[in-house]
């Protein structure tokens, strides 16, 4: 039985993403993988961009990737998934992978070491929970870090007070429902300039 001649050359990843010709074999490929968080609301297979994490949508071939193609249902803004890299782009594969636009993780280059993620600025984490609040079941932003930053919070005349504890950011008097995802907290203790001690992971309300 002669042996498959087939070389890397030859091997499906040189023709993913395209019509393919007669006389193509079953084959197994390897394809770059990468957590990231979405910035929006994306369905499986969507292209996107990354930026410092995060996922944004963009027109077909103008990203790095797509979004996890065998998702069974659409990814909401702030939850975590594989982000699929386009075939032929990275620039090394075994078993971690090197691309000019992302940090290297530690032991992808015996000749340097990985470089740090880059710094989150305040301004940066400002902007992520402004819109965050402005596109939630949540109080204004004004009113969420200032429980964030006392721990409480209670407007005087007004029927409104909050507090949290290790499941709920809670508030009496405003309408707040949904999950918090764990970057929120991430922006939210960078723009505080110290840890918290709870992160609920829902808001809950009395109103």
């Given amino acids: ?13 040189e023709t993913l993403g395209m019509i393919l ?3 193509q074999k079953r084959d197994a ?3 770059a993988v990468e957590p990231v968080v979405a910035e929006m609301h994306l369905r499986p297979g969507d292209h996107i961009r990354i930026a410092n994490g995060f996922a944004h949508r963009t027109e077909v071939g103008k990203g790095h990737g797509i979004v996890d193609p065998f998702l069974i249902h659409d990814v909401r803004k702030g ?3 594989w982000f699929v890299m386009y075939p032929r782009q990275v620039h090394s594969l075994r078993h971690v992978w090197t691309h000019p636009d992302f940090p290297d993780e ?6 340097t070491p990985a470089p740090a993620p880059p710094a989150i600025s305040k301004e940066e984490s400002k902007a992520w929970l402004q819109a965050f609040c402005a596109t939630s079941d949540c109080p204004a932003f004004s009113t969420v870090m200032e429980l964030l930053e006392t721990g409480n919070v ?4 007004e029927d409104v007070c909050g507090h949290m504890d290790e499941e709920y950011l809670h508030f009496s008097g405003l309408d707040a429902h949904g ?7 991430v922006h939210a203790e960078n723009l505080l300039g110290r840890k918290l001690q709870h992160h609920p992971t829902y808001f809950s ?3």
Avoid: Q
């Fill in 79 to 81: 939850e975590r998934f």
């Fill in 21 to 23: 010709a007669e006389g």
């Fill in 106 to 111: 530690p032991g992808t280059s015996a000749a």
């Fill in 154 to 157: 209670c407007s005087e005349g």
């Fill in 1 to 13: 039985m002669s042996a498959d001649k087939r070389t890397v050359a030859t091997d499906a990843l």
């Fill in 29 to 31: 490929i390897h394809l």
């Fill in 179 to 185: 999950e918090i995802p764990p970057e929120f907290w």
């Fill in 205 to 207: 309300c009395s109103c």
